[in-house]
């Protein structure tokens, strides 16, 4: 029987025909994520786009369980990383769910004015990707899509929607932009946007991970073992 990463793994290989590289970002606080977490890094395919998909950053108890993809047309340890920043949050802080804004705190490529992000529909693959129904969870997965965005998206986005609970199975965000200063992710605001602590260690704009730096060149990467 297939474990449940396992599971989640096959189901994005069979749409993106590319066997996944499982990585491990081995800084900071990741002894408060689930123990089988990971970041998978697939190759490009026929879409000629690297994607990076969180495995088990949804858990069987989940009242909304989600995973998080992201396409990219370079390979980066930084997508690893922002993962895995946006899972323990997700984790530790306030559940995260379609159509959240994230505040990255830094480009999320080198030179790109796209420091947001906005957790989508997966529209390039459509429902079928999107659903994932496991025997050991009572909800099925949804497989959701972190599309980068500008600031000014962001907010436009976030004054142009009503508000809602973030308990809600189809939320919004507020307008106030959440920083993460501590591992417990305690939130200044209602969660619904967050500042991701990102490659940029030493600068106090990105203050937020100092506590998964790994020197924000790649140190902090680990394959996880096979056994």
């Not at 108890?61 to 997700?90: K, M, N, V, W």
């Not at 142009?160 to 939130?187: D, F, G, L, V």
């Amino acid at each position: 029987m297939l474990t449940r990463a396992d599971a989640i793994s096959s189901h994005y290989s069979s749409f993106w025909q590319s066997t996944p590289t499982p990585k491990i970002w081995k800084h900071g606080p990741i002894h408060d994520l689930p123990p089988l977490f990971r970041v998978l890094e697939f190759a490009p395919s026929s879409r000629n786009l690297w994607t990076y998909a969180t495995c088990e950053m949804s858990q069987p108890t989940d009242e909304f369980p989600i995973e998080l993809h992201l396409f990219s047309p370079t390979q980066s340890d930084q997508h690893i990383e922002l993962l895995t920043t946006i899972a323990h949050y997700h984790r530790t802080g306030h559940p995260l769910n379609l159509h959240h804004t994230l505040n990255f705190g830094r480009p999320w490529l080198p030179g790109s004015l796209c420091d947001h992000g906005l957790i989508s529909l997966p529209y390039l693959d459509g429902p079928r990707l999107e659903l994932l129904q496991l025997s050991d969870s009572k909800h099925p997965i949804r497989c959701l899509w972190l599309l980068p965005i500008t600031q000014s998206a962001a907010t436009s986005k976030s004054n142009s929607a009503p508000r809602h609970s973030s308990k809600s199975s189809n939320p919004r965000t507020s307008t106030t932009p959440i920083p993460i200063a501590q591992a417990s992710c305690e939130p200044r605001h209602h969660c619904c946007e967050c500042q991701s602590r990102g490659a940029a260690f030493g600068s106090r704009r990105f203050f937020s991970l100092h506590r998964y730096s790994g020197g924000g060149q790649g140190g902090g990467l680990a394959e996880p073992s096979s056994s």
